[in-house]
């Protein structure tokens, strides 16, 4: 494992899905975090950039543990301790970066790559001398101490950020650095990480321990209730509530794929009408999202030990990670556990088996659970559901026609092969009324808000460019299959600005 302390730079994460995806098994962790309290003894350690300059009255520090780990040779080295300058040249962007070479040989850590790249820079401070017993492995036309290394210890500081795309060879240097110099295998894959899951959950559990959860059909919940049920079969319990805000028929097919498909226990409970009468006259919208959250409670199905959440490892960075004072955009209810009172006021264990995985990750993890592909490659659906697509007041007759839209959009999507190149897709209602002629009569009628976006990692997104006549085509089916619309948009708002949700 390699370890890579987080100081709040924006790449951090970058850096550990770098080292995954060479099969090298990375955490992050708060570059505050005390080495003693490790629950693993990593083999290389990264201290990340941060938006803080080491002078800065506040500047996060690292356990100073971290430089005196003995006989621990493998090393990345924030340059805090040495002579910083805070920039007269800010530096941002590309610059090319050249290994030094010494005595015919440049450093291990450029080991088969060219010996001028391109880099990506993003600092404010820089070096201004070497530290004692540092050496510089490269240069760039800005700086003099682009990469400098220890001359006996695996200690380097990199003034550039290897982990993201725009440095050329990033990921060859990363892995120089982890396989060559610190001793990582690349033996990381999900089949293995599969095996030591249903271990761990074997041994969390017990021999007697019952597991309860909540579902929602969703890739996350799927894949761990598959894990769940294949670690301790009938002892793990699903239970499905139906809020009345699911998508056309979800309810049902939800239930035929997780009981039947994929055997798990599962009961649902149709809480609809307390949820739609329960939203009547909210129209803020985190006012409906904490009435939704405070109205699923699944522990309500009996005497059970541990609840199971599905949790990612971005949730769990974003609560751990350095990152000051960040203000809420939105509150998102699954994450960070069930509300106290249902929890540790009922005895309740939380119990996260995918909290050190990537959303493709877990993907991955559902094929090596042999779910099929349709439901690994489910796209996003919002907790709150349908009620965050249809702005202000959520009535019955909204969510049908929310509800009727997206499914002749999603069914278009898939029979136009686009499903998989899209990251999100959904219909939304915006219930001011529009003006329309239909039949000689002049009518007024909902709108109807088309959005599908691609991401990544769903923090920004892009607008997807669908074909005219494929637009065209959706527009028509809606107007004149969903009662009650006479207008249908596309919403072609990136984010930023705009948020992937219409609320
Ligand atoms: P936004 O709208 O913030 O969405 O750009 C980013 C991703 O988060 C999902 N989302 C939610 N998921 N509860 C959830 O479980 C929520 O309240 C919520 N709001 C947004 C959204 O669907 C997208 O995938």
Same mark, same amino acid.
């Given at each position: 494992t390699i370890l890579v302390l987080d100081f709040g730079s924006q790449y951090t994460h970058l850096i550990t899905r770098r080292l995954r995806e060479l099969n090298v098994f990375s955490e992050m962790l708060p570059c505050t975090q005390k080495l003693s309290e490790l629950k693993f003894t990593p083999k290389g350690i990264i201290l990340s950039g941060g938006p803080y300059s080491v002078y800065e009255e506040g500047a996060p520090h690292v356990d100073p543990a971290v430089f005196d780990l003995n006989g621990m040779q493998e090393l990345a080295y924030r340059i805090d301790s040495a002579n910083v300058i805070a920039g007269t040249h800010r530096e941002y962007g590309h610059a090319t970066l050249r290994a030094r070479?010494?005595?015919?040989?440049?450093?291990?850590?450029? +080991?088969?790559?060219?010996?001028?790249?391109?880099?990506?820079?993003? @600092?404010g401070d820089k070096l201004a001398k070497l530290p004692e017993g540092f050496h510089t492995v490269a240069t760039s036309d800005n700086s003099e101490y682009a990469a400098i290394a220890h001359g006996s210890k695996a200690i380097y500081g990199l003034q550039f950020h290897p982990e993201v795309t725009h440095t050329q060879n990033g990921t060859a240097l990363l892995k120089n650095f982890a396989v060559g110099i610190c001793g990582c295998k690349q033996d990381w894959t999900m089949q293995k990480f599969l095996e030591e899951a249903v271990a761990q959950i074997r041994h969390t559990v017990g021999e007697k321990g019952q597991v309860l959860a909540a579902v929602s059909g969703g890739v996350d919940s799927t894949v761990a209730a598959k894990l769940m049920k294949e670690a301790i079969g009938s002892r793990f319990w699903a239970v499905l509530v139906n809020n009345g805000l699911m998508r056309l028929n979800e309810c049902e097919q939800v239930q035929k794929d997780l009981s039947e498909a994929l055997g798990i226990n599962l009961t649902v409970v149709d809480a609809s009408k307390e949820f739609l009468d329960g939203l009547k006259g909210i129209e803020d919208p985190e006012k409906k999202r904490k009435f939704i959250?405070?109205? @699923? +409670?699944? /522990?309500?199905?009996?005497?059970?030990?541990?609840?199971?959440?599905?949790?990612?490892? !971005?949730?769990?960075?974003?609560?751990?990670?350095?990152?000051?004072?960040?203000? /809420?955009?939105?509150?998102? @209810?699954?994450?960070g556990g069930l509300p106290e009172r249902m929890m540790n006021g009922q005895g309740l264990k939380l119990i996260e088996p995918l909290r050190s995985l990537y959303k493709d990750e877990v993907r991955e993890l559902g094929r090596a659970l042999e779910i099929r592909e349709e439901l690994v490659m489910r796209h996003p659906f919002p907790g709150p559901g349908i009620a965050v697509r249809i702005l202000g007041e959520v009535t019955p007759e909204k969510v049908e026609i929310a509800r009727q839209a997206d499914h002749i959009f999603i069914s278009e999507i898939r029979k136009a092969g686009l499903y998989n190149q899209i990251s999100q897709?959904?219909? %939304?209602? +915006? !219930?001011?009324? %529009? $003006?329309?002629?239909?039949?000689?009569?002049? $009518?007024?009628?909902?709108?109807?808000?088309?959005? %599908?976006? /691609?991401?990544? +990692?769903?923090? /920004? %997104?892009?607008a997807f460019n669908f074909p005219w006549d494929f637009l065209q085509r959706v527009m028509n089916r809606i107007v004149n299959e969903v009662h009650g619309v006479c207008r249908v948009v596309y919403d072609v708002t990136s984010k930023p600005p705009g948020t992937i949700e219409l609320e």
């Open positions: 070479s010494i005595g015919g040989h440049v450093d291990r850590l450029f +080991d088969g790559i060219e010996e001028s790249m391109r880099v990506w820079m993003s @600092h959250a405070a109205a @699923h +409670d699944p /522990t309500k199905a009996g005497k059970i030990e541990f609840f199971m959440q599905g949790t990612l490892y !971005p949730d769990v960075i974003e609560s751990l990670s350095f990152k000051g004072p960040s203000a /809420t955009i939105k509150t998102h @209810h699954n994450v897709a959904y219909a %939304a209602v +915006d !219930p001011s009324r %529009a $003006v329309g002629v239909m039949g000689d009569k002049r $009518v007024y009628g909902y709108i109807v808000v088309l959005r %599908a976006v /691609t991401t990544t +990692d769903f923090m /920004t %997104a892009e």
